[in-house]
């Protein structure tokens, strides 16, 4: 028989009190504390007092032992959490009868503040933290408060006499079977607690936690089911504009010591309210074979189905989005409109008439609003994969621990840089490392140190090149300039490895300029339509710029972190020596990081060293980001790959032979297919959008395939985008 279904023990107070004398040896007066299925006593005298509790004669030894074991390891892990020691045990009458600790305090109510809430919620994560390596096998209980069990409670809603609230909870349990059940056993579970809800703790004069009491439903069960049990005591009783900040607040109470899973967050509206109809349902029930302790039993109702209501009345996808569930995808077409609406003509448009919505990645796929996959064969800033779990962990860990800015003292930072000085060429003496945030903010402070360093306003860059959107780097950049525009001292270059006349060229811009400070270079020459110059055009072109009296800028925002094969930089390939290499785009696989690299004597010439400071440039989630890219790169040796990758990607791409196709360029996995017209190349893109295969388009003319994917790309892919690239072509 359950102990829900025993007759509770019925001691008078003498009778406690003489029990905690002779068995216990605390001698005082005896108060009730109240109980649903058992006794419980303050015993008042002796040395401070003690808790008397009379279990129900239903009760198992082997679940009191439970109990006792389970404190005793609370303490043993976290002893600065107050969990009530047990005393003593003895048996009396047929009844186990224990004396506990009596600890001070008062309850607590819906009135308790918001650091209180939190605080609530974070002890309570440090109680179940400290539950987590417990077992005893007594935990498999059956309880009917189990709130995973929600379902077995429909027998008892029919106790419940208001015809409206019955088929309140029975539709909540309904609810509970269709969404909630299913999901259960992929929940993180550990013995817990069982019932942490107000009446069983104490607070100090602050409203702190000062006592917990009293693990008799201790039983193994989900962890944020246990939770949800926590949430519903802080959620009853509060006004309605109250009920989900203050859930809110707990649940980052909580989460600062125990981050939910996504699923548990999914759950744990539906588990609030099983919660809440296990409360309204046996108190109905339990209320009809024990009258008298009705006012025990029934205390939590009222509050309890005001929360019910409240859930009906605001529907459970909202209840659900309050307490922190993920939001389903927005229509794609009303995300479009509400796009324009707010952000006007300023931003780039969307890349194609059937917009792109992804709402999820993994590796080189994107996962669209309407459950498709895509093939990612454009992006190159997640060059290890969409979603590396590597990179996804290192941001996560450090935005837990701290995230605060470069005038401050911190590890990843220091470590950054120095992986970023060692992996450049030592010929190149490149010594000096600055961390921004974007392509363009490293671009426009190469630009400064080179007109510093060199005295000098002219720059030379390609034909069609881009080098950010800044004021000065949009000046560097002629992909971006509107028709009529020219900015002044900067001067072209058709982009070597096109077969142009780079000395005539060169020769054109020197005449062009007055004086030069840079050359500015992307190793990929990704918007001039992907070329790959020989070694010996870029020596000259390096040679040629230094004898000018310029910098050379390597521009590595996208041919850097192995894109083009063979090495992590794409001018190590050719033995190339820049003074100053700017990187971006890849580096954080997605969260925003960039850098320079430069030499010690260009930063000595540059009047504002020392009043460099980018508030975001190098915290410690962007370079722990930034270093986990790094490490993902060796440890998947993604430089090989893409060049091996890109190889075979080329080849195939040859291999079918269509007449639109002029060229197929490219190096690693920056690929640019000359198509024989503008038309043609976007017509192909379309049709592999069409076709679930994402790439670009490039060049002046806008006549060539961009292919860049991320550098996890592996045959598979290959397949699948040469497949469709047929079909496109055909
Ligand atoms: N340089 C190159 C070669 C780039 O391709 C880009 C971005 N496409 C940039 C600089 C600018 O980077 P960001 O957009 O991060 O400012």
Not at 4 to 22: C, M, Q, S, V, Y
Not at 112 to 129: I, K, S, W
Not at 247 to 268: K, N, Q
């Amino acid at each position: 028989m359950s102990v829900l279904e025993t007759n509770p023990p019925r001691f008078t107070l003498d009778e406690a009190a003489r029990i905690a004398a002779d068995a216990f040896g605390v001698v005082g007066a005896a108060t009730d504390l109240g109980s649903e299925r058992d006794q419980a006593f303050l015993i008042d005298g002796g040395a401070g007092g003690a808790i008397l509790k009379v279990s129900n004669s239903g009760e198992d030894e082997a679940v009191l032992d439970l109990e006792e074991r389970a404190i005793a390891h609370v303490l043993a892990v976290d002893p600065g959490l107050p969990v009530a020691r047990p005393l003593g045990r003895t048996t009396y009458d047929g009844h186990h009868v224990r004396l506990f600790e009596l600890l001070h305090g008062h309850k607590g109510d819906h009135t308790l503040g918001d650091a209180a809430v939190r605080d609530y919620a974070e002890t309570h994560a440090r109680l179940n933290l400290a539950l987590r390596s417990f077992f005893h096998p007594a935990a498999a209980r059956d309880l009917l408060w189990d709130v995973g069990q929600a379902p077995r409670l429909r027998p008892l809603i029919a106790a419940i006499d208001d015809e409206r609230r019955r088929g309140l909870a029975e539709r909540a349990i309904d609810r509970f079977e269709a969404e909630v059940a299913p999901h259960l056993p992929l929940l993180r579970a550990q013995v817990v607690h069982g019932d942490f809800n107000l009446d069983n703790v104490l607070l100090d004069d602050d409203d702190r936690i000062s006592g917990i009491v009293d693990f008799g439903d201790c039983a193994y069960g989900p962890q944020v089911g246990d939770f949800a049990i926590a949430l519903a005591s802080l959620m009853r009783g509060r006004a309605g504009g109250e009920v989900f900040r203050i859930a809110r607040l707990a649940i980052d109470g909580y989460a600062s010591r125990v981050p939910f899973e996504p699923l548990e967050l999914e759950l744990l509206a539906g588990l609030v309210e099983a919660r809440l109809v296990a409360i309204v349902a046996i108190s109905a029930w339990r209320v009809r074979s024990y009258p008298e302790n009705a006012a025990y039993i029934q205390s939590w109702d009222d509050d309890s189905w005001r929360l019910l209501e409240l859930f009906d009345e605001v529907g459970a996808a909202t209840v659900r989005r309050e307490l922190g569930a993920a939001q389903p995808p927005a229509r794609t077409v009303e995300l479009v409109r509400r796009r324009s609406a707010a952000l006007g003509a300023l931003l780039t448009p969307l890349t194609y008439a059937d917009p792109v919505h992804p709402v999820r990645g993994e590796g080189a796929w994107l996962f669209d609003a309407a459950g498709r996959r895509l093939l990612d064969a454009y992006n190159n800033v997640p060059v290890v994969g969409h979603c590396h779990p590597r990179v996804t962990e290192a941001v996560v860990d450090q935005t837990r621990r701290l995230n605060t800015h470069a005038r401050y003292l911190y590890e990843p930072l220091v470590e950054l840089a120095e992986r970023l000085i060692a992996s450049m060429p030592p010929a190149a003496r490149l010594d000096t490392v600055m961390l921004v945030n974007s392509g363009s903010e490293a671009n426009d402070l190469a630009w400064r140190l080179a007109a510093a360093a060199t005295g000098s306003r002219g720059a030379v860059v390609t034909e069609h090149a881009y080098h950010g959107v800044t004021a000065a780097t949009s000046d560097l950049s002629p992909e971006e300039w509107p028709v009529g525009v020219v900015a002044h001292d900067v001067a072209r270059i058709s982009p070597p490895g096109r077969g142009g006349d780079l000395d005539g060229d060169f020769d054109d811009a020197l005449a062009a300029l007055d004086g030069l400070a840079a050359v500015f270079l992307d190793g990929a020459l990704t918007s001039d339509g992907v070329y790959t110059p020989s070694g010996d055009e870029l020596h000259r072109l390096v040679e040629r710029t230094h004898a000018a009296g310029g910098l050379y800028v390597a521009d590595e925002v996208q041919a850097g972190h192995g894109r083009m094969g063979d090495e992590l930089w794409s001018f190590a390939r050719h033995g190339l020596a820049p003074d100053v290499v700017t990187l971006g785009k890849p580096m954080g696989n997605g969260y925003p990081v960039a850098a320079v690299v430069t030499r010690r004597d260009i930063v000595d010439r540059f009047p504002f060293a020392g009043r460099t400071f980018s508030t975001f440039g190098g915290n410690p989630v962007a370079a722990r980001a930034a270093l986990a890219v790094l490490d993902v790169i060796d440890d998947e040796r993604l430089v090989a790959h893409a060049a091996a990758v890109g190889e075979a990607l080329r080849s195939e791409i040859a291999a079918i032979g269509s007449d639109d196709v002029v060229e197929v360029r490219g190096s690693g996995l920056i690929v640019g297919v000359q198509l024989c017209s503008a038309e043609r190349a976007r017509a192909v893109v379309d049709a592999l959008r069409a076709d679930g295969v994402l790439i670009g388009r490039t060049g002046k003319d806008e006549d060539v395939l961009k292919i860049r994917p991320p550098l996890v790309f592996g045959d598979e892919h290959v397949a699948v985008l040469v497949a469709a690239l047929r079909r496109a072509l055909r």
